[in-house]
Nanobody, 124 residues
Framework: QVQLVESGGGLVQAGGSLRLSCAASGGVFSSFAMAWFRQAPGKEREFVAA????????YYTDSVKGRFTISRDSAKNTVYLQMNGLEPEDTAVYYCAAHRRSGLRIGVDDYGYWGQGTQVTVSS
């Protein structure tokens, strides 16, 4: 059973930075494409960023391009989301997700494995 555990969330002022981590266990990490989603209160869960199995290909939603960076460390079975230039609109619970299908995917239904989420709050 694949398990994903996020960490690194917290409270930060606008313009600040945070790095989220997602530790994976119970599966062959290199066989999974990984992604980050987020969900703000009263809103649907939305795609943030994705990375393929090797780390050679990434994709971002427009609102975070140039500010967020997704990466992975196969030696540590961990995927990261470096978030710079944070804005109050980035406030949400951030979720790590994994799938075994080919290609980068942005749909919630494309992912079969999810973490429990970590809260990110950006104050103005």
């Amino acid at each position: 059973q694949v398990q994903l555990v996020e960490s690194g969330g917290g409270l930060v002022q606008a313009g600040g930075s945070l790095r989220l981590s997602c530790a994976a266990s119970g599966g062959v990490f290199s066989s999974f494409a990984m992604a980050w989603f987020r969900q703000a209160p009263g809103k649907e869960r939305e795609f943030v960023a994705a990375i393929n199995w090797s780390g050679s290909n990434t994709y971002y939603t427009d609102s975070v391009k140039g500010r967020f960076t997704i990466s992975r460390d196969s030696a540590k079975n961990t995927v990261y989301l470096q978030m710079n230039g944070l804005e109050p609109e980035d406030t949400a619970v951030y979720y790590c997700a994994a799938h075994r299908r080919s290609g980068l995917r942005i749909g919630v239904d494309d992912y079969g494995y999810w973490g429990q989420g970590t809260q990110v709050t950006v104050s103005s």
